[in-house]
């Protein structure tokens, strides 16, 4: 994931940032096909959307957070900065936004230090958070493990980019690069050696479901179908 900051980090409750070209507030406070396949999405039309799906999407992505060993809870933006202080560039968690409009905050360490940003759930899409009049161009994803494997991806990219993509926002204004590359696993939630198995299967196969295995592992395979 390539953003730009433009502010320095954690000075208070908001700073400034750039994602694919568009700003995303700064908090300091896709879809994923049984063959792992992310679909990021744009938001979903007023008319077709029942708000009685959020109780399932919302419950989901919580399921899938508890598994992947990198969400915090409900951790303060200082406990995130102490935590991500000794880590390598890039490396990431996602916790509690305390914030009451906000469900979640991805806290990143940059080359400033840690940074914090929200992220907007609406209508069954999660997106980096953006005050932006470009903000349609953010991509959506039904969960939010599904967010950062994107991000996560995109990071690895050759830093050149593609013609009007981050590399070349990040130019701008002098501003810093904020990439995702690793995730910071809370220590008493660190994954079990299944769940380990599971995400190389993921990154080694595009279609988990189709290996020969027994049904119960396939269904273990569906139940965390992410590779971060």
Known sequence: MLCCVRSAPLPGPFSAMVAGGVRVQNDGAGSEGRCNQLIPVQS???????????LGCITATFQHLHASGWYWGSISASEARDALAGVAEGTFLVRDSSHPHYLLTLSVKTARGPTNVRIEYSRGHFRLDSSSPACPRLLSFPTMPGLVQHYVGAGGRDDRGKPGEDASVALKDSAILLKLRQPLHRPKSFPSLQHLTRLTINRHTACPAQLPLPRLLLLYLQDYPFQV
Not at 44 to 54: A, I, L
């Open 44 to 54: 979903v039309s007023p008319q077709s959307w029942d708000p009685t799906e959020d």
